[in-house]
């Protein structure tokens, strides 16, 4: 089945850094892939629609200066989360588009990361 | 963005129990889907639905697309230890998904 490998798993980070998340996709093209935002005990929040080849489609409210997406190929999205702050803490998760199935079956998630700010 | 509400927002059952969870939403959605999610991984498809009134099973899975195609509800038969975890509903509106605010369900042996 299709597999969506995100990099890493968990990272510690210290207060102004930047921090690059990895999400591939490892049998199957995605020319798009979506990053979520999951704060505990809460839902998944959409942050970002990142396109190969074109610019990633932002959230209203989630500010594209700070969470940069690259979607260079159609197997490797990145998000960076530059200058980063603690209330960035956070599990971050992609999914991609297997463009190959029905879109009900062709979605499949990345096992998150998890990004303490310190 | 569109809001989708589940509930119970959690359950604490006993082993063996049957349990039923359900997602409304404001908007129409073509697709339903649910999902699984243990903790600190990514959420794990169940089931999909896709024809309003449809009702689909996956082992002790059963879900269904309600009739209004603004809801829907998905039920777990004869629970075990390892269906804890928090099930989320989402529904699929062109190539995004927006996902209900979860249920969590524990598990007492």
């Known amino acids: 089945g299709a597999v969506v490998s995100q990099h890493p798993s968990r990272v510690i980070c210290k207060s102004g850094t930047s921090v690059k998340i990895e999400c591939r996709s490892l049998?199957?093209?995605?020319?798009?892939m979506f990053w979520y935002r999951q704060f505990p005990k809460q839902s998944l929040m959409l942050m970002a629609t990142?396109?190969?080849?074109?610019?990633?489609?932002?959230e209203q409210g989630v500010e594209k200066d700070k969470f940069l997406i690259n979607h260079a190929s159609l197997t490797l999205s990145t998000l960076t989360v530059t200058s980063a702050h603690p209330e960035d803490s956070s599990f971050y998760i992609c999914s991609a588009a297997n463009t190959g199935v029905p879109a009900w079956l062709g979605y499949t998630f990345g096992s998150g990361t998890r990004l303490t700010v310190v | 963005g569109q809001q989708l509400n589940q509930s119970p927002q959690s359950m604490f059952i006993q082993e063996g129990e049957d349990v039923s969870m359900n997602c409304t939403s404001s908007?129409?959605?073509?697709?339903w889907l649910w999902y699984k999610q243990d903790p600190g991984e990514g959420p794990v498809l169940l089931i999909a639905?896709?024809?309003?009134?449809e009702l689909t099973s996956n082992g002790r899975l059963t879900a269904q697309f309600g009739i209004t195609r603004k809801d829907s509800f998905l039920n777990i038969s004869a629970s075990i230890p390892s269906d804890v975890g928090i099930y989320f509903c989402?529904?699929?509106?062109?190539?995004?998904?927006?996902f209900g605010t979860g249920t969590s369900l524990t598990v007492i042996p």
């Open positions: 639905l896709y024809k309003a009134g």
């Open positions: 908007s129409i959605f073509n697709t």
């Open positions: 990142s396109n190969e080849g074109s610019k990633a489609t932002y």
């Open positions: 049998d199957f093209q995605a020319t798009t």
């Open positions: 989402a529904g699929l509106s062109g190539n995004q998904f927006y």
